[in-house]
């Protein structure tokens, strides 16, 4: 599988909206279940979103950031869920780039594998002859349920305190996972915790987590991880927002309210609303394309630019998902009760979309970077 074809994108997103009615079917179990079903995970693997960053060499589509972003927001259209598994799992599908061809190869072979990377936490890593045995507890770990690998975030113990930290890279069946995903939005992301305990990991399977060395040519293994990271998060909102504005206008808006024989849609306020929610919405997603195409173009030059860049590439995917709730909230005070009953769309896309947002990722604290670096400041944090 390759992206050779000119609208490699066009026909991701054809087959992502063939699974509508698998989706649909399934999604009350997916709710009950807290992870995705099986039948649903199959489609999307069978559909090639798992290998959204992975190499070409290696079998992969090695998607531009922006043409990502596009097929990561037709699958959170679908189910913010969906869209955050595919986000997270797509997204590290990159790993490939990182780690040696004899390595990854095998890895990446079989369409249904799943890197579930977790840095919500750091674990820890002993060296010993040969690699590490590593230990810990991480969360967050979306997909874990149907994970291939793990790779979870570990300081090397050297006595200082201060060692290198390293991605690793761990047979999925070495965790042991704890059903802790009691939660209102993303509940069939599965994002449950787990742990791994005294587990030896060959240094070949590891990485440095914010330095890692390019194994293959491709841009997105040039890009900062944690600049790659941040893209897997921030588009959902996005894909959730377009849902919630399509959900309203292809039904809601024609239902009339109590003591008024006028359709929403036929209501100016309504109208003006909906006009701003979607000049929002294009607005975020123009400033989030425009930041990654500086971003790319930063690469080259390095430096101050480089450093600018980054913090303020971190800063437009805030801005995304912030303005995505922005968009959720203007369309459910517009929908009225509607919104709020658990069969409609809307009552899930709203949840889904708040907990999305609550990443790390796209914390408030990404202005205060971009804040700092137009001021002449140090960043503050590498982790930007």
């Not at 699974?19 to 693997?45: H, K, N, S, Y």
């Amino acid at each position: 599988m390759t992206n050779d074809t000119p609208d490699t994108v066009s026909s991701l997103k054809q087959r992502i909206a063939a699974m509508a009615p698998l989706v649909a079917e399934q999604r009350e179990a997916m709710d009950r279940e807290r992870r995705l079903t099986r039948p649903v995970f199959q489609a999307i693997a069978e559909a090639g979103l798992l290998r959204l960053w992975a190499p070409r060499a290696l079998g992969g589509w090695e998607l531009s950031p922006p043409d990502f972003m596009a097929v990561v927001e037709a699958a959170a259209s679908l189910d913010g869920s969906i869209g955050w598994v595919v986000g997270n799992g797509g997204g590290m599908s990159r790993a490939a780039g990182y780690l040696p061809e004899t390595v990854a190869r095998p890895w990446f072979a079989r369409t249904e594998a799943l890197v579930v990377a977790t840095n919500g936490a750091i674990g820890e890593a002993v060296p010993v002859e040969g690699g590490y045995r590593i230990s810990g507890r991480w969360p967050f770990a979306s997909g874990i349920h149907h994970a291939s690998l793990v790779a979870p975030a570990c300081r090397v113990v050297d006595g200082s305190g201060q060692g290198p930290v390293l991605l690793c890279y761990v047979p999925a069946e070495h965790a042991e996972i704890i059903d802790n995903w009691r939660v209102s939005g993303l509940r069939a992301s599965g994002s449950c915790d787990y742990t791994l305990s005294d587990v030896f990991v060959p240094a070949e399977h590891s990485h440095d987590m914010l330095n890692p060395p390019a194994m293959q040519s491709g841009l997105i293994y040039r890009w900062p991880p944690i600049s790659a990271f941040a893209t897997t998060v921030a588009v959902v909102p996005l894909g959730i927002a377009r849902a919630i504005l399509d959900t309203f206008s292809s039904g809601l808006a024609a239902r009339t309210r109590a003591g008024t024989a006028a359709a929403l849609r036929d209501r100016e306020l309504i109208q003006s609303e909906v006009g701003r929610a979607e000049v929002l919405h294009a607005a975020a997603r123009a400033l989030l394309i425009s930041a990654m195409n500086e971003l790319t173009d930063a690469l080259d030059v390095g430096g101050g630019r480089l450093v600018r860049a980054r913090a303020m590439y971190r800063a437009a995917c805030t801005h995304a998902a912030e303005t995505a709730i922005r968009v959720a909230d203007m369309v459910s005070a517009a929908a009225g009760a509607a919104s709020i009953w658990e069969q409609h769309p809307l009552e899930r896309q709203f949840r889904d979309i708040h907990a999305a947002a609550k990443h790390i990722a796209v914390s408030p604290n990404n202005y205060v970077v971009s804040g700092r670096i137009c001021l002449g400041l140090e960043p503050g944090t590498p982790r930007f």
